[in-house]
């Protein structure tokens, strides 16, 4: 069975840094790119970042993290990270792990929480 | 900057058909922008209905269906039960490995 296990959120201040790390199973990593996925309290879904499947592992981001959030992957482990440096109040978001498949959003895993309070 | 745009909200009576829309604040959505739905109740994780414009996800009744009408994406609930009432989202591929989700649609069942 597919499970994407998301780990590493919780409070930070202002302009701290945070590292997600994202477990998957029950599927090959190597053949799916994946992306971050966060949703803000009360807020829609944004997507925030990119990972192709390749083994350069290209990432693209939303342009409001860009230059702050950097995310790789260890295929070794199975895992997926998100870098997080300089965080922002409105950072502050459940932050989902999700799988692509035919340009498809198809597998979510159960979020990590990132909260920025000073 | 394109954004993605979605009705706010929209109301179905229980039996009835509703049409959820997914546009674009400049052009027109077409099937190169794979079009995707998510449907999310509260606190929980978003499921996939559809990707890929028509393709339904794994498990997702065949009340649910995707197309492009005009220029807009479009997904299609027919015979809508009380759990419908959901956030849906659509997401789009603007190319070169970015997306941008809409701003989601509250449906209600009433």
């Known amino acids: 069975q597919v499970h994407l296990v998301e780990s590493g959120g919780g409070v930070v201040q202002p302009g701290e840094s945070l590292r997600l790390s994202c477990g998957v199973s029950g599927f090959t990593f190597s053949r799916h790119n994946m992306h971050w996925v966060r949703q803000a309290p009360g807020k829609g879904l944004e997507w925030v970042a990119f990972?192709?499947?390749?083994?350069?592992?290209?990432?693209q981001y939303a342009d409001s993290v860009k230059g702050r959030f950097s995310g790789s992957r260890d295929y070794s482990k199975n895992m997926l990270f998100l870098q997080m440096n300089s965080l922002r109040p409105e950072d502050t978001a459940v932050y989902y792990c999700?799988?692509?498949?035919?340009?498809?959003?198809?597998?979510w895993g159960q979020g990590t929480t990132v909260i920025v309070s000073s | 900057q394109t954004v993605v745009t979605q009705e706010p909200s929209l109301s179905v009576s229980p039996g009835g058909t509703v049409t959820l829309t997914c546009g674009l604040t400049?052009?027109?959505?077409?099937?190169?922008?794979?079009p995707s739905w998510y449907q999310q109740t509260p606190g929980q994780a978003p499921r996939s209905l559809i990707y890929?414009?028509?393709s339904r996800s794994s498990g997702v009744p065949d009340r649910f269906s995707g197309s492009i009408l005009g220029n807009k994406a479009a997904l299609t609930i027919a015979g809508a039960q009380a759990d419908d009432e959901s956030d849906y989202y659509c997401v789009l591929f603007m190319g070169s490995g970015i997306w941008v989700f809409g701003g989601g649609t509250r449906l209600t069942v009433l």
């Open positions: 890929s414009t028509n």
């Open positions: 400049s052009g027109s959505v077409s099937t190169n922008y794979y």
């Open positions: 999700v799988r692509d498949s035919n340009y498809g959003f198809d597998v």
């Open positions: 990972s192709d499947q390749n083994n350069r592992g290209t990432q």
